[in-house]
Every structure is written in structure tokens, then in C-alpha cells.
């Protein structure tokens, strides 16, 4: 069984910036992409970023576009995400996940919570990020 362990959150002012890090417990074969979803109280989860293992294809919300950067370390099994110009709104829990399916990397991203076909099959814990005003 494979394990994801996110690291990294905490608590920031609105402008500030944080760094996750996903580490997967051993090598994943066949993975597709990995990426990060967020879940503030209240809401749905939502896919934020995600990253090709294959060609390093990235994609992004529109609501984090130029502001947070994925990036990806196959050899050591881990995916990062550099927050910067953060938000209140971007308080959520953030999770990350790994995905087999053969998807798009926008498709496993947007649809990867919620989509067999899409699906993204293994799950972090998640870390909670606080953005203060």
C-alpha cells in the first residue's frame, strides 16, 4: 500500500508564502500524475495543481495561475507546491494525491476527486493551511 505525507502547512499572512511537500512512501508504477487538491470547511474539494510524471505537463486553477508553481522530484517520489501571494481564501486543507488512470493531466486534476475514469487512486492525509488578513 502506498502512502502519501504531505508536509508543510501552517499558518501565514495574506502576502506570505509556503511551501508543501508530498512524499510517496515507495516508487508508484505506472503513474500518470500527482497533484494537490484543497478542501476549505463548507466546500467541495477542489483540484488546485497538478503534475505530469511522464512529460511534466502542469496544470493549474485559475485561481492560483502565477501565484503557486508544481514541481517534481521522480526520483525520490515527492511533488511540491510553491505558494506565494496567498490569500484568506486560500485556507483549506490540502491534499495530495497520485493517479494511475491515463487522463489528461487537467482531466485527472478537475475530475480526479469525483471521476472513476479520471481518478486519482491514492490520497495523502492532507495539511492544514491558514492564511490570516
Known amino acids: 500500500q502506498v502512502q502519501l505525507v504531505e508536509s508543510g502547512g501552517g499558518l501565514v499572512q495574506a502576502g506570505g508564502s509556503l511551501r508543501l511537500s508530498c512524499a510517496a512512501s515507495?516508487?508508484?508504477?505506472?503513474?500518470?500524475?500527482m497533484g494537490w487538491y484543497r478542501q476549505a470547511p463548507g466546500k467541495e474539494r477542489e483540484g488546485v495543481s497538478c503534475?505530469?510524471?511522464?512529460?511534466?505537463?502542469?496544470y493549474y486553477a485559475d485561481s492560483v495561475k502565477v501565484r503557486f508553481t508544481i514541481s517534481r522530484d521522480n526520483a525520490n517520489n515527492t511533488v511540491y507546491l510553491e505558494m506565494n501571494s496567498l490569500k484568506p481564501e486560500a485556507t483549506a486543507t490540502y491534499y495530495c494525491?497520485?493517479?494511475?488512470?491515463?487522463?489528461?493531466?487537467?482531466?485527472?486534476?478537475?475530475?480526479?476527486?469525483?471521476?472513476?475514469?479520471?481518478?486519482?487512486?491514492?490520497w495523502g492525509k492532507g495539511t492544514l493551511v491558514t492564511v490570516s488578513s
Open positions: 494525491a497520485a493517479g494511475l488512470s491515463r487522463g489528461t493531466v487537467q482531466a485527472m486534476c478537475v475530475m480526479g476527486q469525483k471521476s472513476y475514469y479520471f481518478r486519482m487512486d491514492y
Open positions: 515507495r516508487s508508484i508504477s505506472r503513474i500518470n500524475a
Open positions: 503534475i505530469s510524471y511522464n512529460d511534466g505537463s502542469t
